[in-house]
């Protein structure tokens, strides 16, 4: 389960590569970090994403009323919700390609 933080220069993460990512690290990488919010998206201590907290928001549909720590809520519950199985009709290729591997295994 991903969990959603804000950037806020106190805690250290791990790059997936394994390096160390302190606030002076993250900083370094990222110098938006200080003048927007930005959110981290955390896997256990992994630090696997970073991006403006804004930006998240847009890409996800939040609505703007609501306040950065219920939005945050907002897009974790997005994240982690599994996407729904959807069940697609067969195209007419497919419908052939299956036929076809059928007769011909009839044929054997």
Do not use: W
Request: aromatic letters at 6%.
């Amino acid at each position: 389960m991903l969990k959603i933080e804000i950037f806020d220069g106190t805690k250290t993460y791990m790059y997936p590569n394994g390096q160390i990512a302190t606030p002076d690290v993250i900083r370094a990488d990222f110098p938006a970090v200080d003048i927007f919010p930005h959110a981290i998206e955390v896997n256990g201590s992994v630090c696997q994403a970073i991006q403006e907290l804004q930006a998240l928001r847009n890409i996800h549909g939040i609505d703007e009323s609501l306040t950065d720590e219920e939005a945050l809520l907002a897009i974790e519950v997005k994240i982690n919700t599994p996407a729904p199985f959807v069940e697609r009709e067969p195209t007419a290729e497919e419908r052939i390609a299956s036929a076809l591997e059928y007769q011909n295994l009839l044929s054997m």
